[in-house]
Structure formats: C-alpha cells, structure tokens
C-alpha cells in the first residue's frame, strides 16, 4: 500500500495535468454548444460502432442456427411449390381417359443435337413406349423405350419428335418441331396465312392422338415472319418447359388408347 502511495506521490504533476485536461475537456463540452454537438456526434458514432461489432460476432456465431433454420424453410417452401405446381394436373385425374404418373428426372440432355430424358419410373409402374411426358409447366416430349424402372425419353429437343399442337385463340392445328437452334425455342409449322397469328399466341396440345390430352402448353409465339408468296407463316415458339431445370415429370397414360386403335386399324 505504502509503495503504491509513494508512486502517486511522485507521479502528482501528471495527475494534477490530467486532471486539469479532463476538466477543461469537461467545461468546453458543456458551455460550448458547437462542440457539445461534436462530442455527440462521436460518441453516437463510436457507440453505433460498438453495437454493430457486437452485432456482427453474434450473428457470425448464430450462422449454424440461422442456415439449418434456413434449409428446413426451403424444404418446406419447396414442398408447398411442387404441391401448387401439382394442382394444375390433377383435371387430367378427372378425366376417365387419362392417368398420370409422377417420376423423377434422373439424367437430361439438353445441348446436344438430339436430346434425351432418363425417369426414374417403368414397366412396373405402367410406363410404356410412346406415352406423353410433361412437366408443371408444359410439354417435355414421349417415351422412347422402358426398362422396370426407368425410361427414357424422346425430349421435345429432338427432331423426330414432331408433336401436334394447335394456336388456343384461334384453334388452328399446326406442328411444333425443335429445330436444333437454341435449346428454349422450336420452330412452329403448317399455319396457313390467312391466319391473324399475333406475338404471344399461347400454344397448346390439339389432343389428337393419344400421346398428350388436348390443350397442354407448349409454349407462346415469340417471332412471326411472313411474305407475299409464303403459304405457310414461318414462326418460333418459346417452349413452356425450362429444360436447363426439370427435375420432376409426369407421364400420361390414355386408358382408352387400345380401344381407339383397334377402331382405327379396322
């Protein structure tokens, strides 16, 4: 204790200077109004400073709590989608003529000169060759060959998938063939001139065949292009599916197919 007063002792001019600066510091502060606005200035900055450092190492010890919190919101959010995305198909149950079968896309090509589509759904879920397949959004293209549990597919990016199809404002039949451009868009055939087609025109399935029932979108008119000694329009079609994401599909069933081709074939 002595020691610690002796220190005091001696070091008394630098604690009496001190004290006279703290003192001065105090007395402007208080009776000068610009830098009484200053120090406030500062100290609320400094203060904000502090909070936000704080801050900011909570929240980097809160990142596990907060990212788990975060996957289990984006599994639900996602399932609740694919339950919204589902509703739209389920006229096709309705329907006495069709049956729809859910599969997981499990490998897609979609940059190549002809693509393909691998499901993981089969024989022994009742997939057989030639049925339609579609997503939540539109047309994805028809089933090529099956094994028990997979398929593949013909995409809609494949040029000898020639799907008929027909303009919804107008009714007019017409064809929509990829043309191994771009791999979001397919050339649409065959509409006569006399036609008023318009940018925008929504194009759907004409349901006559069994593969796909009638007005499933395929996708809206995005160029339109004809002249004087045309008979048909020369046109594109932005198709309704994003192949670059296709994740899950469903495949049509037409109950009633055989029937209609033992009819067909007398």
Not at 66 to 75: H, K, R, S, V, Y
Not at 213 to 241: R, S
Request: aromatic share 10%; glycine share 4%.
């Amino acid at each position: 204790m002595q020691r610690l007063l002796d220190f005091l002792y001696q070091q008394r001019e630098i604690a009496v200077f001190l004290g006279l600066e703290i003192l001065s510091a105090w007395l402007l502060i208080n009776f000068n109004n610009r830098y009484n606005a200053s120090f406030l200035n500062s100290s609320n900055e400094a203060a904000a400073s502090i909070t936000q450092t704080t801050n900011d190492i909570n929240d980097y010890f809160q990142l596990s709590e907060i990212n788990e919190q975060l996957m289990l919101e984006n599994e639900q959010l996602q399932q609740e989608l694919r339950m919204l995305r589902s509703e739209k198909l389920n006229f096709l149950d309705t329907v006495d003529q069709y049956r729809v079968i859910g599969a997981r896309v499990i490998n897609n090509t979609f940059e190549r000169a002809e693509n393909f589509v691998t499901i993981s759904a089969g024989v022994m879920d009742s997939v057989e060759v030639g049925m339609g397949v579609i997503s939540s959004f539109g047309v994805v293209g028809q089933v090529k060959s099956v094994s028990d549990n997979f398929a593949t597919i013909y995409s809609l990016l494949h040029p000898k998938v020639l799907l008929s199809a027909k303009v919804k404002r107008t009714d007019t039949k017409c064809t929509v063939q990829w043309d191994q451009e771009t791999f979001d868009r397919a050339a649409l055939k065959y509409i006569p001139r006399h036609i008023k087609m318009k940018v925008g025109d929504s194009i759907v399935t004409s349901g006559f065949n069994s593969v796909f029932p009638e007005n499933i979108l395929v996708g809206v008119v995005d160029e339109l292009h004809l002249e004087e000694h045309m008979t048909f329009y020369e046109a594109k079609v932005k198709l309704a599916t994003d192949f670059t994401s296709l994740y899950h599909v469903f495949v049509i069933k037409d109950v009633m197919k055989n029937e209609k081709d033992s009819l067909e074939a007398l």
